[in-house]
């Protein structure tokens, strides 16, 4: 249900431009889960958290961090109550639809170099042509040095694309259905055609090839053992006339993953224990070492508990998550008038009306969501009101429609009070995705009173 504006409680405008300031910097250095994990330590570092991994006991007041292999991190206030009443815990993942090159990516076609692609996560591979797209990402060398790449940031540095085919050939292309025009195999980047002196064959991929190797010291067998995602160039910046948006690659779930992460920067003292939790591998289902499905987050309770002193840590674990609340920040689908068929508008979310709850997500009878308790959620609205933030509720599109998921059920499978949050989203998946300054602001408002909100 559409309802009155959150602009409407900022008379003065600047603390909410301001914050989103601080926003689309964050988004425009964070491109790739690395990068955004790496950036997030930095901020840390900076409140004064300290390196988890180095501590040997821990007392209320404590700030703590933990990285997990460069792409999942976790971060910590110690509180005042004892552990075993419960964690707030602030999740959100960090990882964004993209393509990544696949492992022998490169060749050359009629003196023109290609490298070749999977898309990761769900795409409108239509989207993906004709712009200009950067490359981030690591090479691990067999020596096991690390090389990072980083290529079509710097106004300076050349960008790579993916061509389409012109209009005044395309009779038979524009006859297929959406899902066809451009196919997966089809998304291959273009990377040079100057062809290397006195070489016959593949003559400009050996340029190219060459070009790396000056760079990077890499050689071609190297990208192997690499992770070079290929993502849209540029930063993000201001939207509409108003400026009262952002566009940028990544706000699902960047958007989220920054103000829980700054809603933790800007706490102090809490009563329970504070989490801010950014994971990886959301957008292919939560899998892997880095995922919320990794065993890395209750390890790393366990591992709390037992600088804590507490006999037992990994049961000990286990009932500090089964007293636990968890907000699951996580995009939700903005309203869009030009698509208003999608959605259910009672049940929608809407621009400019503030963090979105979700009780369940899913689609077709509900499948897959974690459907929040109404005991938690009543505790949820009365914390969101007495703090005086803007909030609404919405599920994501019509019953039959589509849908979609979160990491919410997997930390539900502790038996902790889970429920979704998140901030409404146009272009959810695009190159170019955009949100709502007002939302981002609410967001973080709301992040902060959950941390400090009373039992
Ligand atoms: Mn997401
Ligand atoms: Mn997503």
Redesign the pocket.
């Given at each position: 249900m559409y309802r009155k504006s959150a602009w409407n409680k900022y008379k003065d405008k600047a603390p909410v431009m301001e914050f989103c300031e601080g926003y689309k910097e964050f988004l425009s250095y964070g491109k790739t889960e690395r990068l955004v994990a790496e950036e997030g330590v930095e901020l840390l570092k900076k409140a004064g958290f300290v390196d988890g991994s180095e501590v040997k006991s821990i007392k209320p007041g404590d700030k703590l961090y933990f990285v997990n292999r460069n792409k999942n991190i976790a971060a910590f206030i110690i509180g005042s109550k004892p552990l075993a009443e419960g964690l707030r815990i602030l999740g959100a993942h960090i990882d964004s639809?993209r393509l990544d090159l696949k492992e022998n990516p490169i060749y050359e076609d009629s003196g023109f170099v290609l490298g070749d692609t999977h898309y990761y996560?769900?795409v409108k591979k239509y989207q993906w042509v004709t712009i200009p797209l950067a490359l981030h990402g690591v090479v691990v060398k067999k020596d096991l040095t690390k090389v990072k790449i980083d290529i079509g940031e710097d106004p300076s540095d050349p960008v790579v694309g993916i061509t389409d085919l012109l209009i005044h050939l395309s009779a038979d292309q524009l006859q297929k259905p959406a899902a066809k025009v451009i196919e997966g195999e089809g998304l291959d980047i273009s990377l040079g055609s100057i062809p290397l002196e006195g070489e016959e064959k593949e003559a400009a991929k050996k340029n190219v090839l060459n070009i790396l190797k000056e760079k990077y010291d890499i050689e071609e067998e190297d990208l192997v053992s690499a992770e070079i995602e290929v993502t849209p160039a540029g930063k993000a910046r201001d939207y509409g006339l108003d400026r009262s948006m952002v566009a940028g690659y990544g706000h699902?779930?960047r958007v989220c993953a920054y103000t829980s992460l700054k809603a933790i920067l800007d706490t102090e003292a809490p009563e329970y224990t504070s989490v801010c939790i950014l994971v990886d591998k959301?957008?292919i289902g939560s899998v892997g070492a880095t995922g919320a499905q990794s065993l890395f987050f209750e390890n790393l309770i366990a591992k709390l508990a037992k600088l804590a002193g507490l006999d037992n840590p990994m049961l000990a674990a286990r009932e500090i998550f089964e007293n636990s609340k968890m907000l699951s920040s996580?995009?939700s689908a903005g309203f869009d008038p030009l698509y208003a068929s999608v959605n259910d508008p009672k049940n929608a979310a809407y621009f400019g009306n503030g963090l979105v709850f979700n009780k369940y997500t899913g689609s077709r009878g509900k499948s897959g969501s974690n459907d929040a308790n109404p005991e938690y959620y009543a505790w949820i609205r009365r914390t969101m009101d007495e703090a005086n933030v803007h909030w609404q509720n919405a599920e994501l599109g019509k019953v039959d429609q589509g849908g979609?998921g979160t990491i919410a059920y997997i930390l539900g499978n502790y038996n902790m009070n889970v429920i979704d949050a998140g901030i409404a989203v146009h272009n959810?998946?695009a190159p170019m995705e955009i949100v709502s300054k007002v939302d981002v602001y609410e967001a973080y408002l709301g992040y902060k009173a959950f941390l400090l909100a009373k039992d």
């Open positions: 639809p996560g769900g699902d779930d959301e957008e996580d995009v979609g959810m998946h």
